[in-house]
């Protein structure tokens, strides 16, 4: 089981800013898609935004304009710049890459990283 590492979650006031990390294991190499989801208490995981190809970029319609999905591929990290959060981006946020592994689109996750915006 691959496992992702992510980084960078906290305690933030409403408006502020964090940015989560997350390292990808060299031995995942390709790649499909890399993103973060996140779940709330009592409510489903959801897409917060997607990159492929290193440059095409997909956000749920409550991030647009606030976050910004990024990667390096250099370093096979991927981040998620969040700006003027607000108390409805509490929850756990998981990384997410989705690889082709023999023929086959595979899922890799991280653990999460707990994001508490306090108002």
């Known amino acids: 089981q691959v496992q992702l590492v992510e980084s960078g979650g906290g305690l933030v006031q409403v408006g502020g800013s964090l940015t989560l990390s997350c390292a990808v294991p060299?031995?995942?190499?390709?790649?499909?898609?890399m993103g973060w989801y996140r779940q709330a208490p009592g409510k489903q995981r959801e897409l917060v935004a997607r990159i492929s190809n290193g440059d095409n970029t997909q956000y749920a319609r409550s991030v647009k304009g606030r976050f910004t999905i990024s990667s390096d591929n250099a370093n096979n990290t991927v981040y998620l710049q969040m700006n003027s959060l607000r108390p409805e981006d509490t929850g756990v946020y998981y990384c997410?890459?989705?690889?082709?592994?023999?023929?086959?689109?595979?899922?890799?996750w991280g653990q999460g990283t707990q994001v508490t915006v306090s108002s």
């Open positions: 997410n890459v989705a690889y082709w592994n023999s023929f086959n689109i595979r899922d890799a």
């Open positions: 060299r031995s995942i190499t390709s790649i499909n898609t």
